[in-house]
C-alpha cells in the first residue's frame, strides 16, 4: 500500500471513496464533496493535507484521512490547533495495515510541522471505532474524551417569530460593515470556552474560507446599537452534501405518510434513496454572557428567514456542557445526533494537554467540521 498527500490527479477517486461508503444507522448517508473534494476540504483551516492510501496493483483508493489547522482558543488564548477528519477505508481494504500507514503517514506530517493538541469527533453510536481509538497501541495518537457535541437539527418553522426579549433588543441582518463587530463578538464569548475557533474580520470576509457564506447570511442582536449576540446561515450544499444511501425498514415503511404531513407538521420531507438532504448549518453562534434567550431569539428569527428556501432542517452544534443547551432543546425539539469529542496528541504533546483547563466547556464549529 502506498501513502501519500493527495493531490488534483486522486481528487475524482477521494469523492468516489465518499460516495461509495455510506455511514450505517436509521438514515444510512454518504457525507460527499461534489464536485470537488478539496472545495469543501479548505474551509475547515488555512493548512490542510489529506493521505491517501493507493492500492499499486490496481490503483484503487483504499483510504483517506485528513489533517488541518487553524487558530482557536486554548485556556483563553489563541493557539494552534490540527484537526483530525475525513477518515474513511474502504470496506474491501479494511485491517491494520491502511490504518497502521495512514497513522505513520500523518504523524510524519506532524512531525515537520508539530501541532501540540488535534481535535476530532467520532459518533457516540459508533462503538466499535471509539474502542479502537480509546486503546494506546504503539504508533497511534492518543485519544482523550473531552465532552460531548450534540448536533441539532431543528425544522423551519411556519409560525410567525415570538418576541423572547425586551423591546430593547433587535434582531437585524448584518451588513459587510458589521464583520469587525462581528468578530469582536465571536472573540469575546469564544474566548471563554476550550477549542473554540478563532475568527477574524479577514476570515469572515475570506470567499475561500468561508465559501458560500455572505455578510447577509449573519444576523445580529443590537442592545443600544451594540452587538450583543450572533449567528450565521451557512448553505455549503454547492460544495457539500448528505446523500440518502438507505432507510432502515421502519424508517422505509413510514416514510410516504411522514412525507405527506410534512407542510403541515413540523417534521422534515425524507428524501428519495440516491438524493441530497436539503440542509444549512446554523453557525457563528455566540450571545454575550451564554444568554440563551439571545441565542433562542437569533434561531427563531433564522428559522423564519430559511422558511422558503426550500430546506428540510438546518443544524447546529452545542457541546452537552454549553449553559445554553438546554434551553434551546426546550424550545425547539431538535432531533439530536451525540458525537464524542476527543483531544488527540502524539507524545510530545501529552505535557501540554494534561495542563488542559478542565473547568473549560468544549465549543466546536459544525459548519468547518
Not at 460516495?19 to 488555512?46: K, Q
Not at 436539503?278 to 440563551?292: F, I, R
Request: net charge positive; glycine share 6%.
Amino acid at each position: 500500500m502506498e501513502f501519500d498527500l493527495a493531490t488534483a490527479r486522486d481528487e475524482a477517486l477521494l469523492r468516489r471513496l465518499l460516495r461509495d461508503n455510506p455511514m450505517p444507522g436509521a438514515i444510512s448517508l454518504t457525507f460527499e464533496r461534489e464536485p470537488n473534494f478539496f472545495l469543501a476540504a479548505v474551509i475547515e483551516g488555512d493548512l490542510h493535507q489529506t493521505v491517501v492510501a493507493t492500492d499499486p496493483a490496481s490503483g484503487h483508493v483504499a483510504g483517506l484521512a485528513s489533517r488541518s489547522a487553524r487558530d482557536a482558543f486554548v485556556d483563553g488564548e489563541p493557539t494552534r490547533l490540527g484537526y483530525l477528519s475525513q477518515a474513511r477505508v474502504d470496506p474491501a481494504y479494511r485491517g491494520k495495515t491502511v490504518l497502521a500507514g495512514g497513522w505513520a503517514r500523518i504523524r510524519a506530517l506532524h512531525e515537520a510541522d508539530p501541532l501540540s493538541l488535534y481535535v476530532t469527533t467520532i459518533i457516540a453510536d459508533n462503538a466499535v471505532v471509539r474502542r479502537i481509538l480509546e486503546k494506546d497501541r504503539p504508533g497511534k495518537p492518543c485519544y482523550r474524551p473531552r465532552g460531548e457535541l450534540h448536533t441539532l437539527a431543528l425544522v423551519p418553522r411556519r409560525r410567525s417569530v415570538r418576541s423572547l426579549l425586551p423591546g430593547e433588543i433587535e434582531i437585524r441582518r448584518a451588513s459587510a460593515d458589521m464583520l469587525a463587530d462581528i468578530a469582536q463578538c465571536l472573540q469575546r464569548n469564544y474566548r471563554r470556552y476550550q477549542l473554540a475557533p478563532v475568527w477574524t474580520a479577514e476570515d469572515l470576509a475570506d470567499p475561500v474560507r468561508c465559501r458560500g457564506l455572505h455578510p447577509s447570511d449573519f444576523l445580529v442582536a443590537l442592545r443600544a446599537a451594540r452587538i450583543v449576540g450572533c449567528l450565521a446561515i451557512w448553505d455549503q450544499q454547492a460544495f457539500k452534501q448528505s446523500v440518502v444511501r438507505g432507510y432502515a425498514r421502519p424508517l422505509r415503511l413510514a416514510r410516504p405518510l411522514l412525507n405527506a404531513v410534512s407542510h403541515i407538521a413540523p417534521v422534515p420531507r425524507l428524501p428519495a434513496i440516491g438524493e441530497a438532504i436539503p440542509h444549512a448549518y446554523l453557525t457563528h453562534a455566540a450571545s454575550d454572557d451564554d444568554d440563551p434567550l439571545v441565542l433562542i431569539r437569533l434561531v427563531e428569527s433564522a428559522l423564519h428567514q430559511v422558511r422558503g428556501r426550500g430546506l428540510s432542517y438546518v443544524t447546529m452544534g452545542l457541546c452537552s456542557a454549553n449553559p445554553m443547551l438546554a434551553p434551546v432543546r426546550r424550545r425547539f425539539h431538535p432531533i439530536v445526533y451525540r458525537s464524542i469529542v476527543y483531544v488527540v496528541y502524539w507524545p510530545d504533546g501529552e505535557e501540554r494537554v494534561t495542563r488542559l483547563s478542565a473547568g473549560r466547556i468544549p465549543h466546536l464549529e459544525v459548519g468547518v467540521l
